[in-house]
């Protein structure tokens, strides 16, 4: 069922958790291997990597867009996050996607649902401490797709480095049947990490955003010249942020891609990472090192 | 695999979570269907109760044995949990189970492991009270072995009456595809019911504990005589106990039986429950009633 030449179909969209179960186990009984590609829509080339990557290894993909409710804060964007889902269904078509799977808030969490992954101590780190109850949702939501959809392959993004942490030890932790793959950061020309965010930016707001993978950008130099203080690079990616006047700086980190314990002595791989606000917007990006 | 007329084989005992997975695998791959049940092991007719009904009603029966420590309190009964592996083998023989599987407690929790599930909010009631994150181990342990075990069917006990509403409201919060079917209370001969942990008491403690059943079945027929009042069945179920001498009681319980929220008016099904000691063994009983 994967893309066959020019010859493009619609993906079919479903709704419920019926349909998609059903289409799954027609697929797996026909000996299919299954892709799964979570998304919350507002579909951009760095989710359409992911789909491509699952079209190129299993036989049916299935992409699934839904706005999860709770891993938003209280205070946070919910209501304004981007839903685009007819473009959104334009693009997959272009890839042969095979299904689309758009179920309801009342669908994945029907009255008096209370059941959560208590997610592992890496999620407590970085984006735990700015976003308190994040990780949970997203967890959560993961843990409830690969049930709903028993896929092979589940394709995350690095953008989103320690989301992907997290479901690959949860993943494990919990003994998922599924292998979880991450993906490369797509970046736009000027190095701006795609998001579905950048949407709120103004053109102003996008180039000062440009600091962010630049003092991401000085640390992997800082690195390679030779640089084996954490402390010092931390500082350096730091002033690069500053010097464009990005002063709302949730976390400037250099860690271990495991454990996301901030590193003292760079004595081997690391990942760097930046959450910062520029204007209204929140952004996140990283990059692995070595 | 089945049992098949009286010829009995002794069940597979496996250690690793990759050699019961791969035998569930080649089950399923031909056609198969796999009945679970979970034990700590230490059985008694009424684990083997349910070993019936899933041997009767799966084509593979898989039995687990696995002392679970994330659900014991610090002060609770870990080190003295009576672990019986060769008696309990011996009994599997007879019912025709085809596999055992009993991990270490480094296969289910490596170093490392953080993931819990955070159970339903109906896990904060009655044991939740009594035993703090007893609720978060069960569901955490059954969650990782229906992943471990992808079975059609999971067979609990309705003795413990709190944990199958729990598993019940997980596996459906969390989209789980088994099917979680809850089978009678076995009692002996003068109504105690049967547990792991009778094995604690004196002869004496033994005749005690038997108010915990009689104060059930007080309830059964107070409300089969017309009573209608939650108070006056609790007042009466607690005489029992108290006429027993049996002090230390964790909760008399009138409820109902999904969301276990104490009734006031009995109008429909409820469920008594009792949790108290008995000299140094804490019990727990319960009847669905109407």
Redesign the interface.
């Known amino acids: 069922m994967a893309e066959t030449g020019d010859e493009k179909r619609l993906p079919r969209i479903v709704h419920t ?1 019926r349909e998609i ?1 059903e289409a799954v186990a027609a697929a797996r009984a026909a000996g299919k291997t299954i892709g799964l590609v979570p998304t919350m829509g507002a579909l951009h080339d760095g989710h359409l990597s992911l789909v491509q990557r699952s079209v190129a290894e299993c036989d049916v993909t299935v992409v699934t867009i839904f706005v999860n409710p709770t891993q938003f804060g209280p205070s946070e964007d919910l209501a304004k996050y981007p839903r685009t889902l007819e473009t959104d269904v334009a693009a997959l078509a272009k890839y042969g996607v095979d299904w689309v799977f758009v179920p309801s808030d009342d669908e994945m969490y029907p009255p008096g ?10 999620a407590d780190r970085l984006e735990g401490e700015h976003r308190p109850g994040h990780m ?1 949702g997203v ?2 939501i993961v ?2 797709l690969f ?2 959809i ?1 896929a092979d392959i589940a394709y995350f993004g690095q953008k989103d480095c320690q989301q992907s942490v997290v479901i690959r ?2 993943a494990e ?5 599924i292998r979880v793959v991450v993906c490369p950061t797509v970046r736009d020309s000027h190095g701006l990490a795609l998001s579905s965010r950048n949407a709120y930016m103004s053109p102003g707001e996008r180039e000062q955003a440009l600091a962010i993978s630049r003092s991401l950008r000085v640390a992997a130099e800082l690195i390679a010249g030779g640089e084996r203080s954490g402390d010092v690079v931390r500082q350096r990616m730091r002033q690069v942020l500053i010097d464009a006047r990005i002063t709302q700086i949730d976390y400037v980190a250099l860690v271990d891609g495991d454990s996301l314990v901030e590193v003292g002595e760079i004595a081997g791989p690391v990942v760097a990472l930046v959450a910062a606000h520029v204007g209204k917007t929140r952004l996140i990006d990283n990059v692995p090192i070595g």
């Open positions: 958790k179960r649902h209370s059941t959560f992954v208590e997610p592992p101590a890496v949970r967890a959560t843990l409830k049930n709903v028993p030890r949860m932790d919990l003994d998922l049947p």
